[in-house]
Structure formats: structure tokens, C-alpha cells
């Protein structure tokens, strides 16, 4: 058998964001290491408040190496075409959830919104985005693709994951770092979204997924063939032992895939 993802599954959200803590860190410092950056893609859903739980409330038992946020250059792994300050606004929950909350001693990460003069044109929207990531990464790195340190992403009950939706076309682009949606299943129907490309580059790739909503689509994920063509299977695949899926007992009750003890 090929290389696996990781599966990690928790109790209950404390101990997950603990273990997400390490695992963050881990990843910030190998970035670091390798370009004094940590260059980082976040998705929306629930992943915002997860994470602000793991970096700004270690808890009892976590680890208190340092986070040094003013070296995080933080990326959209998808958009919703609305303003910064709309509802659906995945930057704007990134905000709310975890960027205000940093204390100022912490540093500020270096953000990247979507550009709103292109809100009417998402295949413009995307082409800036796509200057954007290049300016970051293609000058040092000369690479065809960008090489996050970490995407940090979700999982949708349809197995869904960025703004990548089963059956898509765009699940088989192969040029775009970025791609414009027009049709997106999920309201808002007009976003921005990582290629799967992209995603599967990453020098790390993390799932979290909780709640047992989640159950019938991990099983599918993990257990079944036709699993592993939707996005999420596509994410296991390509990126193998480079993804590691942050889940609790409620999300994977039933799943057969074994599971890891440890980071
Ligand atoms: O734009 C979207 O459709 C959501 O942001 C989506 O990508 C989300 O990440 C998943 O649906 C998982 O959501 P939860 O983490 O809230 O389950």
C-alpha cells in the first residue's frame, strides 16, 4: 500500500486544538527554517474559530513554544465574491475569529484579502490573486506552483473542500493557481478558489473536521471507493502522508480507516 494521510481523532475540541497547536507550530517553525516565513492558506467554516481555540488558548497541557505571527503571510485558500465586511466574507471571519484577537505582543500576520474592486468579475478576481501569490512566491522560489507550508482547510458534508466542489470541472485544472467559481452548489454562488494542484503542493495539508454531521461523508472519504474521487479523496491522494485530518470520536464513529495515536 502507497503512503496514507494521517487521522487523528480526539475527544472532544480542547484536546483536538491542543494537537493542532503542536502541529501548527511545528509547521510555522519548519517554515521558518526554510524561508523565514510561515506561508499559510485557511479556508472558512468553522476552521477560524478551531484555530483561534489551538494558537490563542493553549490550555492546560499545551505547548508554549512560540508563535511569531508577524512572520505568517496568511492566504485565502477560497473567497466568496463580497465585500470584507459582508456575512459570507471568509476574510472577514478570519478576522473576527482569530485576527483581532491577537495580542499586539504576538506580532500581525500579513494578510491577503481578495482585491473588491473585482467583485463582478471573479475571473479577474482570481488572475489578481494568482499576481498575489506569485509576488510571494514565484520571485524567491522560481516554482510553477506555489508551496504553502500549511493549508489548513475543511471538509463539507458533500465532501467538498476550498471552493472545489464534487464532479467540478475545475477539479481537473491543471494551470490556475487560482480559479474563479460562477456556480458554486454551496451559496454564494460567485467565489475564488485554490487548484487542486495547489492544494496537493503544499508542504503540509491539514483537515479539521468535527461534529458527527461529518460521520457519513468521512466513511466515504476513507472506506469507500467512490470516496476517493470526491475533492477531499483527491486531497488524500495526492498529497498522502503530507495530510493529516484533525477530527474528534463524533466525526469518524464507524469509520474503518485507522487512526494515528501521535503527531
Ligand atoms: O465556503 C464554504 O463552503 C465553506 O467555507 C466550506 O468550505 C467549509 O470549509 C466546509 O463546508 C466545512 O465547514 P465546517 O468546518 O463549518 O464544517
Known sequence: MGKQPNLYAFNDVSSLARTLRTYVIQCQNAGFERHGLFKVAVSGGSLPSTLAKAL??????????????????????????????????????????LLEKIPRPMGRPNVHPIDVKFLDDV??????????LMQSFAAKDSVKLPIFDLLLLGCGP????????????????????????????????????LSLPVVTHGTKIAFVATGAG??????????????????????????????????????????????????
Open 56 to 97: 490563542l488558548e493553549p490550555g492546560e497541557g499545551g505547548s508554549d513554544a512560540p508563535l511569531d505571527f508577524a512572520k505568517w503571510e496568511i492566504f485565502f485558500a477560497d473567497e466568496r465574491a463580497v465585500p470584507l465586511d459582508h456575512p459570507d466574507s471568509n476574510y472577514k471571519l478570519l478576522k473576527d475569529e
Open 123 to 132: 475571473q479577474e478576481m482570481a488572475d489578481q490573486y494568482q499576481d498575489a
Open 158 to 193: 458533500d465532501g467538498h473542500t476550498c471552493s472545489l466542489f464534487p464532479n467540478h470541472e475545475l477539479l481537473r485544472e491543471s494551470d490556475a493557481w487560482v480559479a474563479p467559481v460562477e456556480d458554486s452548489p454551496k451559496p454564494p454562488a460567485k467565489r475564488i478558489t
Open 214 to 263: 461529518k460521520k457519513d461523508i468521512m466513511k466515504q472519504i476513507f472506506d469507500t471507493e467512490e470516496g476517493r474521487s470526491l475533492p477531499c479523496g483527491l486531497v488524500n491522494e495526492g498529497g498522502a502522508e503530507k495530510v493529516s485530518w484533525f477530527t474528534d470520536n463524533g466525526a469518524v464513529e464507524g469509520v474503518g480507516f485507522p487512526r494515528r495515536g501521535s503527531l
